[in-house]
Each structure stands twice: as C-alpha cells, then as structure tokens.
C-alpha cells in the first residue's frame, strides 16, 4: 500500500517536472522570437 502511494508520488513529481521543462522550453521559445523580431526593427529602421 505504502509503495503504491510512493509510486504515485514519483509519477506526479516526473509529470510536474516535464510541464516545468515545457514551461521553460515555451519560455525560451518566446524570448528568441521576441530577440528576433527586435533585430528585424532594427534592421528596418536603418533602412
């Protein structure tokens, strides 16, 4: 019984830890675009 709880534990804390790493995959996802579309400005502004 006790182990069973346990499993249920890890498999939550793996499933929390997989949605941060996506959290932070989207994150840094958005940060290039944001880096690149600020270059883009730059670029059209000296145009």
């Known amino acids: 019984m006790a182990r ?3 499993k249920e534990r ?3 804390e793996r ?3 997989e949605l941060r ?3 932070q ?3 840094d996802s958005a940060r290039n675009l944001d ?3 600020q ?3 730059t670029q ?3 145009k």
Do not use: G, P, S
């Open 15 to 17: 499933r929390e830890q």
């Open 10 to 12: 890890l498999e939550e």
């Open 4 to 6: 069973d709880k346990n």
């Open 35 to 37: 880096d690149q579309n």
């Open 44 to 46: 059209n502004q000296q």
């Open 21 to 23: 790493e996506e959290q």
């Open 25 to 27: 995959a989207f994150t």
């Open 39 to 41: 270059l883009t400005d």
